[in-house]
Nanobody
Framework: VQLVESGGGLVQAGGSLRLSCAAS????????MTWYRQAPGQQRELVAR??????TNYADSVKGRFTISEMAKNTVYLQMSSLKPEDTASYYC????????????????WGQGTQVTVSS
């Protein structure tokens, strides 16, 4: 299974970006997809998560500014608005994947990340 993120870049404070994460490979189902971020010198933190039934949760720091889309065709988006310099980080996508219909085990996969830089 591969996860590929895209959509990062440089934006001024107050601006918007939309990140995408596409999962491919041997996938029977995806239980949840999650966006994390990690700024230099800081721990990776959960930004937003959505389950296959549409339940979402967000970090307090992004509530009201970021929106995670529902999963469609193994792809999820993160719409980021009213961006702040403190949102600058590498953003990573992760997914709980069940590869095979005959096997209930799930595995956690990570993408390589996409850089978001917000200038003041």
């Amino acid at each position: 299974v591969q996860l590929v993120e895209s959509g990062g870049g440089l934006v001024q404070a107050g601006g918007s970006l939309r990140l995408s994460c596409a999962a491919s490979g041997t996938i029977f189902s995806i239980n949840a997809m999650t966006w994390y971020r990690q700024a230099p010198g800081q721990q990776r933190e959960l930004v937003a998560r959505i389950t296959s039934d549409g339940a979402t949760n967000y970090a307090d720091s992004v509530k009201g500014r970021f929106t995670i889309s529902e999963m469609a065709k193994n792809t999820v988006y993160l719409q980021m608005s009213s961006l702040k310099p403190e949102d600058t980080a590498s953003y990573y996508c992760a997914a709980d994947v069940r590869p095979y219909s005959g096997d209930s085990r799930e595995y956690y996969y990570w993408g390589q990340g996409t850089q978001v830089t917000v200038s003041s």
